[in-house]
Antibody, heavy 120, light 108 residues
């Protein structure tokens, strides 16, 4: 069974940093693009970032470009999102999700999400 | 950036009724690169449809997708109690990937 499990969320002050992790199992992690999607409280879904299967190409939404860095460790089947210079508007549940192949396609499945709260 | 507009915002229906959800794109979605997701409170989204009309694994056949270009539809032929949720469309034909704002299907 394909599973994704996020961790690393929490409460952080504006301007602070946080690193999220997404542990994958049940599939050949190194063969798939993986993505981060977030959902602010009571709001819809927003695509945040994605990384190629080999980790050599990364993609970001304009809202996080220059502040967030996506990376992966294919030997550990783990995806990361380093979030710096956090703002109140980054408060959201962050989901990782597997893409269908070697491009940012549809997302299936999703992890259960990890809550990030940016507040003083 | 392609903006996806979903309508209606809320759909109030009874179990057994047919639900028709719309997703309209601000530009042509290439190669019918459109997906639909279902999200229940406190849960992660679940893929229902990809490629505008292909059902994901394990999705009941009462869910169907159609459309191309800028107009897409998700139809639930007969609502079951577990279908009351929020539904999102997403395009993956151009960058950045974008989602619609969601349609809530609630019990009338």
């Amino acid at each position: 069974e394909v599973q994704l499990l996020e961790s690393g969320g929490g409460l952080v002050q504006p301007g602070g940093s946080l690193r999220l992790s997404c542990a994958a199992s049940g599939f050949t992690f190194s063969s798939y693009v993986i993505t981060w999607v977030r959902q602010a409280p009571g709001k819809g879904l927003e695509w945040v970032s994605a990384i190629s299967a080999g980790g050599d190409s990364t993609y970001y939404a304009d809202s996080v470009k220059g502040r967030f860095t996506i990376s992966r460790d294919n030997s550990e089947n783990t995806l990361y999102l380093q979030m710096n210079r956090l703002r109140a508007e980054d408060t959201a549940v962050y989901y990782c999700a597997k893409c269908s192949g070697n491009y940012i396609s549809w997302f299936d499945p999703w992890g259960q999400g990890t809550q990030v709260t940016v507040s003083s | 950036e392609i903006v996806l507009t979903q309508s209606p915002g809320t759909l109030s229906l009874s179990p057994g009724e047919r639900a028709t959800l719309s997703c309209r794109a601000s530009q042509t979605v290439s190669s019918s690169s459109l997906a639909w997701y279902q999200q229940k409170p406190g849960q992660a989204p679940r893929l229902l449809i990809y490629g505008a009309s292909s059902r994901a694994t394990g999705i009941p056949d009462r869910f169907s997708g159609s459309g191309s270009g800028t107009d897409f539809t998700l139809t639930i032929s007969r609502l079951e109690p577990e279908d009351f949720a929020v539904y999102y469309c997403q395009q993956y034909g151009s960058s950045p990937r974008t989602f619609g704002q969601g349609t809530k299907v609630e019990i009338k």
